[in-house]
């Protein structure tokens, strides 16, 4: 088969797919609609992008729209900034200002303009035939270059504090919605890398290399896109987002005087001692941890004190999470029903659920942190 028809067989099939995607999302009933629009726009601007795949010809009337095509892309990476902004942070809102990140898409068509958008007839011709030699496009891959590592970076920025403040304020689903972005950054991250080195194909090797090149990233694309829609029908849990006003504890203790905080907690060294002793003898004959959605607010709440004091009580003066401080006692309460033969006709399956974990993966991995055993292999050892 032909390069160029089997190229273009593939970018059909990838534009209709994705197509296909975007108006599923569109129309799926979920929680979490903006992050779904979010991504089914992000879908459909590559759906554009690989529309510049297909073999047709423009009329030289109309070259100026294949020309506002390919700029379109400069719209997809600011659309996956926002989808995680949208997943990560449940009251996230779109608002006028985040019309800033269309910045780079309308400096780029700027920059068409003069020698592209406005000429016609021979002058336009000209610029089409010298096309990969013309100083904007140039430009332009610079400028996707610049704005790709700019959002990945920005992204793995947003990740990173994300699971801190889950760590500190919220227990279960574990922090799956961070590992799942972080692998969505992560492909990203290495599909940019392949397709920066395909474009550079262009100017070193065959066209033959490069039309293939084409070819393995509109495949690659197409079955990453796949992946992350059906990753997010199979697994809705990660689409529960935190509240994008909560703060890090030593945010907070920093905006405070800490030479102050550190002599209070030397004059008040002995009440201190005495809530953590009050908080740990609640946890241990109320047990609410068993809820498996409890978050550093619900516990505040029923132990009534501030939640800033809570957090500060448990993330700065116990040094831990909350998620670990709470999953201690989970795991406590399983070792106790493990080692409890009256208990053996329990399954693993049914004790993490009773102790309060609503993940066997997450169940797993808090209990072999605390133990370095397997929870079959603690059981068989006692």
């Known amino acids: 088969m032909d390069k160029l028809a089997f190229l273009d067989s593939v970018a059909r099939i990838a534009v209709f797919i994705s197509l296909l995607l975007a108006l599923f999302l569109l129309t799926v009933k979920t929680e979490n609609k903006l992050a779904n629009r979010l991504f089914a726009c992000f879908i459909i601007f590559s759906a554009i992008d690989f529309s510049g795949l297909l073999a047709y010809s423009f009329p030289l009337k109309y070259m100026d729209l294949e020309f506002f095509r390919s700029t379109i892309c400069l719209l997809e990476m600011p659309l996956i900034y926002l989808y995680v902004l949208a997943v990560c942070y449940s009251d996230f809102r779109l608002k006028w200002k985040h019309l800033i990140y269309t910045i780079p898409f309308l400096v780029m068509n700027l920059v068409l303009m003069p020698r592209i958008y406005l000429k016609s007839g021979p002058e336009k011709m000209y610029a089409l035939e010298n096309y990969n030699s013309m100083f904007e496009i140039y430009f332009f891959q610079i400028l996707i270059e610049f704005q790709y590592w700019f959002y990945i970076i920005s992204i793995f920025l947003i990740l990173r504090?994300?699971?801190?403040?889950?760590?500190?304020?919220?227990?279960?689903?574990?922090?799956?919605?961070?590992?799942?972005?972080?692998q969505m950054n992560c492909v990203f991250l290495v599909m940019h890398s392949i397709t920066a080195s395909k474009n550079l194909l262009r100017y070193t090797a065959s066209r033959d290399i490069f039309l293939w090149g084409n070819v393995l990233m509109v495949v690659m694309a197409l079955c990453v896109i796949c992946w992350f829609v059906m990753k997010a029908l199979n697994h809705p849990e990660l689409f529960r987002g935190i509240n994008s006003n909560l703060q890090l504890t030593k945010e907070f203790l920093s905006k405070e005087n800490e030479d102050k905080i550190e002599k209070t907690v030397e004059i008040e060294d002995s009440a201190i001692s005495s809530q953590i002793a009050t908080l740990k003898q609640y946890m241990e004959e109320k047990e609410p941890y068993l809820d498996p959605s409890l978050t550093i607010q619900e516990l505040a709440n029923q132990i009534d004190i501030p939640v800033r004091d809570l957090s500060v009580l448990i993330n700065h003066h116990m040094d831990q999470h909350f998620f670990d401080f709470v999953n201690e006692y989970r795991i406590k309460k399983a070792m106790q029903i493990l080692k409890n033969p009256a208990q053996n006709d329990l399954t693993v399956l049914e004790i993490l659920y009773e102790v309060g974990f609503n993940s066997k993966s997450s169940f797993n991995t808090s209990f072999k942190k605390h133990t370095n055993l397997t929870p079959t292999a603690y059981r068989n050892a006692s």
Not at 166 to 176: A, F, G, H, K
């Open 161 to 182: 504090k994300y699971k801190r403040i889950y760590l500190e304020n919220y227990t279960n689903p574990s922090t799956s919605t961070y590992k799942w972005l972080f």
